[in-house]
């Protein structure tokens, strides 16, 4: 993956960490709810880093599955989130589209991969 897409990532990461202070702040299911965001949010460029220490191409492609998977939880959450009126509309809108974008370059990496195997 290109240094990038690396940087998109933890630019994310940063992104939902500046977020969830203020969910984390209110009591209940807003909380639980961004904890949740937080695991999954910043998981995705923590598993896109260790991608680039992949010891085969099938590695790689077993890390990038995992940033798939965690990106497409966070768009989930984000989902509820902004159902129950948890993040500013701006914001959860921004961010839903980060993590969009960031699964579809994802998949198309490990699309890619397969196919070079």
Same mark, same amino acid.
């Given at each position: 993956m290109h240094e990038t897409f690396r940087n998109e990532t933890f630019q994310f990461a940063v992104d939902i960490v500046y977020h969830c202070p203020r969910l984390d702040a209110k009591a209940g299911v807003t909380r639980s709810l961004g904890r949740q965001l937080l695991r999954s949010g910043t998981s995705?460029? @923590?598993?896109? !880093? !260790? =991608?680039?220490? @992949?010891?085969?191409? =099938?590695?790689?492609?077993?890390k990038c599955s995992i940033a798939l998977k965690e990106a497409r939880e966070t768009l989930y959450w984000l989902? #509820? #989130?902004d159902a129950g009126d948890h993040l500013a509309n701006e914001d959860g809108k921004l961010l839903r589209q980060e993590a969009d974008e960031l699964s579809r370059v994802i998949g @198309?990496?490990?699309v890619r991969t397969r196919i070079q195997k």
């Open positions: 995705i460029g @923590a598993n896109v !880093e !260790e =991608a680039q220490a @992949a010891q085969s191409s =099938a590695d790689f492609v077993s989902r #509820l #989130l @198309a990496t490990i």
